[in-house]
């Protein structure tokens, strides 16, 4: 409508510009601000701007952290490292307990059709990591889509001279799923992959 | 997972406390602050800070605006009210374009169950309102429900005796949906105000 008042239409232009936030949506959060204490409000313009001022990337792995060296890379096994597209892959991974390694993101992959090469994702750093702190073992674990299946051979193509092994995440049904509705390229990955039980 | 830096994990408690947010939704929007340009984080935290501080209650209906008196209550006729109980219902009625009257908000409705009386709403301000501008008609635009219909008759009743027409929204079925789908009690309210076509 148009009769809203320009503070109120600014903030809801702001929360539209999220990911997946419609109209009604951003004018719900809009509201909802509005609704509630100035206290409220400062702390939460503050902690956008904190995040924003105060997140870094980790020196060693590329994830977001406040400090020069994220907490996962100070207390973990740096000899086991997973490689991951984003920062956001991170917490994924993470959700499995066991994971004792450390990680690596990359920032995208090699994908020709957004002009990304090679030298535009974090595989220079991966390298002289791996040297460095003599690593027995890379889990790739990019997307298994096209981009993210070639970037991973191309990493393991440079890392197996290196003497160190290269290893993929598992590709085959999800646990809990349907095979009914498995698609064939799923299917034929697990079959290929099957294993004596 | 408890790996997140303190400035990042802020923020998405902070996003987390929006209505209808979940810690994914949170996380993703936390993580689109940090990916996207400082300029438009702190533009963000001032469109927050903004709307907190510049927006105010109307003084003739008690909408959200960032001046003494809202736009509508500005330009439009004054001698048709349409009372309602949020901010964010004129929102939908302003969707009617055809509709040239002004608002009154009463902020909630009369509801035992939550301690509020016809006290804790803006009833007497309705009242003199009613009185100072010559208002010809009130129309009632609570809520369909136990509350919004008890108000609707409560504010009703006290303002008859002053000479004000006073209607309520039409009840029945939605233009658009299913029979098959209508409960019985709007069923049964359709049928009771059917009307000769």
Redesign the interface.
């Known amino acids: 409508?148009e009769?809203f008042?320009?503070?109120?239409e600014?903030?809801i232009?702001?929360f539209r510009?999220?990911?997946?936030v419609g109209l009604k949506?951003a004018?719900?959060?809009?509201?909802?601000?509005?609704e509630n204490s100035?206290e409220?409000?400062?702390?939460?313009?503050?902690?956008?701007?904190?995040?924003?001022?105060?997140?870094k990337l980790c020196r060693e792995c590329g994830n977001?952290?406040?400090?020069d060296v994220?907490?996962?890379c100070e207390r973990r096994n740096q000899k086991i490292v997973c490689v991951v597209q984003e920062?956001?892959d991170?917490?994924s991974m993470?959700?499995v307990k066991s994971y004792d390694g450390v990680y690596h993101v990359l920032f995208g992959c090699i994908n020709p059709l957004e002009n990304k090469g090679p030298n535009d994702i974090r595989i220079k750093e991966l390298l002289s990591r791996v040297q460095k702190n003599g690593v027995q073992e890379v889990i790739m674990a990019t997307n298994p889509d096209v981009e993210g299946e070639a970037t991973a051979m191309y990493i393991a193509k440079l890392l197996r001279p290196m003497g160190v092994k290269v290893t993929r995440l598992a590709q085959g049904i999800s646990i809990g799923s349907d095979i009914e509705f498995a698609d064939e390229v799923t299917l034929e990955k697990a079959l290929k992959s099957r294993q004596e039980i």
Chains 1, 2 share one sequence.
């Open positions: 409508m009769n008042e320009e503070p109120i600014r903030l232009e702001y510009s999220l990911p997946g949506t004018q719900r959060y809009a509201f909802f601000i509005i100035k409220k409000a400062e702390n939460f313009a503050n902690a956008i701007l904190d995040a924003k001022n105060k997140v977001y952290c406040a400090q994220c907490k996962i920062p956001k991170i917490i993470e959700k």
